[in-house]
Nanobody
Framework: QVQLVESGGGLVQPGGSLRLSCVAS????????MGWYRQAPGEQRELVAS???????NYSDSVKGRFTISRGDAVNTIYLQMNIVKPEDTAIYYC????????WGQGTQVTVSS
């Protein structure tokens, strides 16, 4: 059973930075696709950034140039470095493995507010 555990959310001021982490357990191979999604109140869950096992990244237009997704040294660990955050980045951020029909973490709240 694949389990994903996120950490690093919290309250940050506009223009600040935050780093999210996600560790996958219960899997003994390198997961091909891992990503970060977010869901704001009343909105649909949307893909923020993704990374393949080969290091190919993809970003939504709303975060391109501000957020960076990366893989850690440990197998199946990913990070989301969030810079120059905006109030509209406020959402619950979910770690994902293997796409929308794959596996999800429990989510971590990110609130951008002064």
């Amino acid at each position: 059973q694949v389990q994903l555990v996120e950490s690093g959310g919290g309250l940050v001021q506009p223009g600040g930075s935050l780093r999210l982490s996600c560790v996958a357990s219960g899997v003994f191979h390198r997961i091909y696709f891992m990503g970060w999604y977010r869901q704001a109140p009343g909105e649909q869950r949307e893909l923020v950034a993704s990374i393949t096992s080969g290091g190919i990244t993809n970003y939504s237009d709303s975060v391109k140039g501000r957020f960076t997704i990366s893989r850690g040294d440990a197998v199946n660990t990913i990070y989301l470095q969030m810079n120059i955050v905006k109030p509209e980045d406020t959402a619950i951020y979910y770690c994902n493995a293997d796409g929308r029909f794959g596996h999800w973490g429990q989510g971590t709240q990110v609130t951008v507010s002064s």
